[in-house]
């Protein structure tokens, strides 16, 4: 009960440090300048080039979450946890590059990764960040807690679909670092 009544606390915390901070960091347009949702009604798994796949789809019909949901909640997480000083946006930024590197080297050489490698990856980086960063993005244990086997690879869709993600994680990060 205590654990449920923290978690839900900080999670009110981050909402209100989420509003503020878009008006800190985005006074004319407020939160308006982090889309959540596709606007033109289609999601990501919904625009699947024909003769294509995609393993984030697949997953996320699995744990029926759509990807654009729980992209949407790590970017108001993130914008949350910068303002509130948790982590630094060079951290930030450190992780969102070494991520898109590797992304970037998986699609040049062509032989792909496999889902179960490229979350065991993340979570390893992931596991350097501060506790109270790791503590908020629970959110998205249920992607990466599934067992889709060894053997399923992410897709150059896939591929692309995050590193689009990462490039909207950059501009949120792109306010909070200090030249």
Not at 15 to 26: E, G, H
Not at 57 to 81: D, M, W, Y
Not at 86 to 92: L, S
Request: charge should be negative; charged fraction near 20%; glycine fraction near 6%.
């Amino acid at each position: 009960m205590k654990q449920s009544f923290r978690f839900l606390t900080g999670l009110y915390s981050v909402v209100l440090v989420f509003l503020l901070a878009c008006f800190v960091f985005f006074p004319f347009s407020g939160c308006s300048t982090i889309q959540i949702a596709p606007t033109d009604g289609l999601g990501v798994c919904d625009q699947i080039p024909e003769g294509e796949t995609s393993t984030i789809c697949e997953i996320s019909v699995r744990v029926g979450q759509k990807p654009e949901t729980v992209a949407g909640v790590l970017k108001v997480t993130n914008l949350a946890l910068l303002a509130e000083d948790v982590y630094t946006a060079q951290q930030a930024l450190d992780f969102i590059e070494d991520v898109e590197t590797r992304l970037n080297e998986a699609k040049t050489a062509g032989n792909g990764v496999s889902y179960v490698s490229a979350i065991d990856y993340v979570r390893n980086r992931f596991l350097a960040l501060p506790a109270k960063v790791q503590a908020f993005l629970v959110v998205v244990s249920d992607f990466t807690e599934v067992d889709i086997g060894s053997d399923k690879f992410l897709t150059n869709y896939d591929i692309d679909l995050l590193l689009e993600h990462l490039d909207k994680q950059r501009a949120i990060v792109a306010p909070f670092l200090v030249t």
